[in-house]
Nanobody
Framework: QVQLVESGGGLVQAGGSLRLSCAAS????????MGWFRQAPGKEREFVAG????????TYADSAKGRFTISRDNAKRTVYLQMNTLKPEDTAVYSC????????????????WGQGTQVTVSS
């Protein structure tokens, strides 16, 4: 089993930045691609960003491209999502997920999920 715990969410003004972290335990972290997803009230869960096992390949949703950066530190068993130039429409619960073995933009492809961290962007 893999346990994932997100942190770093909070309330921020539009145009500000947040750095989310996802700490993994229980299984070899380097064996999993990692993804960030978000779900806003009344909306379906959507893919935000993904990163390969070694961190050499990344994928972003169009809404995140140019503003968000996903990274990972396998020694620390942690994946990050740096979010810059935040907009009110970024408000959502952000969850990290783990998948064997490659990145996927489909939520159903991920085996393990964290509980999520709330990000609220005010105008």
């Amino acid at each position: 089993q893999v346990q994932l715990v997100e942190s770093g969410g909070g309330l921020v003004q539009a145009g500000g930045s947040l750095r989310l972290s996802c700490a993994a335990s229980g299984r070899t972290f380097g064996g999993y691609a990692m993804g960030w997803f978000r779900q806003a009230p009344g909306k379906e869960r959507e893919f935000v960003a993904g990163i390969s096992r070694g961190g050499g390949s990344t994928t972003y949703a169009d809404s995140a491209k140019g503003r968000f950066t996903i990274s990972r530190d396998n020694a620390k068993r942690t994946v990050y999502l740096q979010m810059n130039t935040l907009k009110p429409e970024d408000t959502a619960v952000y969850s990290c997920a783990a998948r064997r073995v490659a990145i996927s933009t489909t939520p159903d492809g991920y085996e393990y999920w964290g509980q999520g961290t709330q990000v609220t962007v005010s105008s």
